[in-house]
C-alpha cells in the first residue's frame, strides 16, 4: 500500500523567503509527526497531531515554524523568514493511533537548502 | 541533554560477521524502543521494536537485547551482508505524545 508521501523532495529558498512542506500520510493513521535530521543536531522531534486534538508544538525550535492538519489527514509545516540554519531534512511520520499502536512510519523527506 | 546515547558512531563489518550496535537511555518514562534503518536520501524505516517487558526479541537476522535495570539496549544482526550497509538509528518513546527520541545514528559498512 502507499507510504508517508511528502513534497517537494527538494526545496532550495533564499534566506529571508518563507517555505511550506507538504506531508501525506498513510491512510487510516490519525497520528502524525514531523521531525527535523541535520548533521549537527541529528534526528529530532518538531510537532505531533492527533487526531482533531490540539497539536502538540513542544518541539518547535522556534516561531517561525508553524504547522497545520487539514481535515485529520494533509499536514503542512510553514517555515517563516527562513534562515541557513533551517537547511535540514524535514521528515514527516505517521502512526495508525497513538497511544495504541507505537510505530511511526516515515515519509522520504523534503531537503530544505536555505542559500 | 541527550536522552539516548548510541554507540559506536561507525561500524566496519567483514560479510558473515554480527555487527552489534549499543544505546542507552535515561528517562525512565521511556517504554519503546525501536530501531530505524535508513539509506542514503531515504527516510528512516522501522526495522525492529521492542517493549520493556521483554529481554530479546528476534527478527530474522535482527535482535534487539534489553536491560532495563541498566537501561540499556542494543542491535545485533547475525551475519551482516553488504546490503546491511546503512545508518541505524535507536530511539524511544513514552508518555502520551509518543515522540521518537533519537540516538546519533551508527554508519555500518559490510565489507564483502
Known amino acids: 500500500g502507499a507510504g508517508v508521501s511528502q513534497s517537494p523532495s527538494n526545496k532550495v529558498t533564499e534566506k529571508g523567503k518563507d517555505v511550506e512542506l507538504r506531508c501525506d500520510p498513510i491512510?487510516?493513521?490519525?497520528?502524525l509527526y514531523w521531525y527535523r535530521q541535520s548533521l549537527g543536531q541529528g534526528l529530532e522531534f518538531l510537532i505531533y497531531?492527533?487526531?482533531?486534538?490540539?497539536?502538540?508544538k513542544s518541539g518547535l525550535p522556534s516561531d517561525r515554524f508553524s504547522a497545520e492538519r487539514t481535515g485529520g489527514s494533509v499536514s503542512t509545516l510553514t517555515i517563516q523568514r527562513t534562515q541557513q540554519e533551517d537547511s535540514a531534512v524535514y521528515l514527516c511520520?505517521?502512526?495508525?493511533?497513538?497511544?495504541?499502536?507505537?510505530?511511526?512510519?516515515f515519509g522520504p523527506g523534503t531537503r530544505l537548502t536555505v542559500t | 541533554q541527550q536522552q539516548v546515547k548510541q554507540s559506536p558512531q561507525s561500524l566496519i563489518v567483514q560479510k558473515g560477521g554480527i555487527s552489534i550496535i549499543n544505546c542507552a537511555y535515561e528517562?525512565?518514562?521511556?517504554?519503546?524502543f525501536p530501531w530505524y534503518q535508513q539509506f542514503p536520501g531515504k527516510g528512516p524505516a522501522l526495522l525492529i521494536a521492542?517493549?520493556?517487558?521483554?529481554s530479546e526479541k528476534k527478527e530474522g537476522r535482527f535482535t534487539i537485547s534489553f536491560n532495563k535495570s541498566a537501561k540499556q539496549f542494543s542491535l545485533h544482526i547475525m551475519d551482516s551482508q553488504p546490503g546491511d550497509s546503512a545508518t541505524y538509528f535507536c530511539?524511544?518513546?513514552?508518555?502520551?505524545?509518543?515522540?521518537?527520541?533519537f540516538g546519533s545514528g551508527t554508519q555500518l559498512t559490510v565489507l564483502p
Open positions: 491512510s487510516g493513521h490519525t497520528a
Open positions: 530511539a524511544a518513546s513514552g508518555g502520551s505524545a509518543r515522540q521518537l527520541t
Open positions: 521492542i517493549r520493556p517487558d521483554v
Open positions: 497531531f492527533q487526531g482533531n486534538s490540539a497539536p502538540d
Open positions: 511520520a505517521s502512526s495508525l493511533a497513538g497511544g495504541i499502536s507505537y510505530e511511526q512510519y
Open positions: 528517562n525512565t518514562a521511556f517504554d519503546y
